[in-house]
């Protein structure tokens, strides 16, 4: 077996998954892929999702990025969780409890758990995805792996906001403070859903416009923090375009005013139209 794909080009038992030695299979799939996952992979190649899977192209403490293709030859992208430590399961916890959505759920089972957050952020992705806010498209998920739109070209992902934006100019800066403006907007009044995260470091510029992810942690509005989830995402978007772009834009209480009234003067416009 000298790849992943081969590898997986028939269902591998346990036993034998635990036996396997080949050193690129190891190097391409490192720590992220024990045998559980591995598993759930070649079920997600079985249906026909993904085709092949290539090298890493973002990592974290929680999840790896990986480039896929699908059987078209479309590029797809694979986040994979890794099994929590006891401090990411106590700090994603806050996310989940409270949220009407998981109700009856328990932080006692690791797994569970991990296969909770996993579709959390696929059924996120979703529904911002509808509400009209730019994320990756959501395609599958199955336990640990969630399988999305890829943001970039040729297996490299598209730049962060904050890798990228001593490049940009004050027009495109403008647009795209305007674009997160309403997309932190939209994911509040269409897809009742607030990123509780958002910053610089999780949003990507993709032909000069905002794409935003890593929303695995945002919460449904009736979720008793939401409101200061909310509050602290706009703050964190107003501090970076004011103090780091230097634009000039709203204080972080317009902002917020402008976001809580959004839809009554979407209302309006749309009566304009008519």
Known sequence: MNSIDEFLGRKPSKRSLRRIK???LYETVEEVFDTETLLALYEIMRRGIVSKVYGVISSGKEARIYWAKDRKGGDLALKIYLTMT????????????GDPRFEGMSPRNIKQLIYLWTRKEFRNLKRLYEAGVRVPKPIF??????????????????????????DLDLDTHKRIF????????RAYHLANLVHADLSEYNIMVYDS??????????????????LEFLRRDISN??????????LNIPSEE???????????????K???KE
């Open 22 to 24: 080949d050193k690129d």
């Open 237 to 246: 978007i107003v501090r970076f375009f004011k103090y780091e772009v230097r």
């Open 141 to 166: 998920v199955y336990k640990n792996i969630l399988v999305m739109e890829f943001i970039g070209k040729n297996g490299i992902r598209a730049p962060l906001l904050k890798e990228v934006y001593r």
């Open 86 to 97: 006891a401090e990411f399961r106590k700090s994603i916890w806050k996310y989940i409890y």
């Open 178 to 185: 305007n674009k997160v403006i309403e997309y932190i907007a």
């Open 270 to 272: 749309e009566e304009e």
């Open 254 to 268: 317009e902002v917020y005013k402008e976001v809580m009234e959004w839809k009554l003067k979407e209302g309006m």
């Open 209 to 226: 416009e905002p794409v935003i992810i890593d929303v695995s942690q945002a919460v449904h509005i009736a979720h008793m923090n939401a």
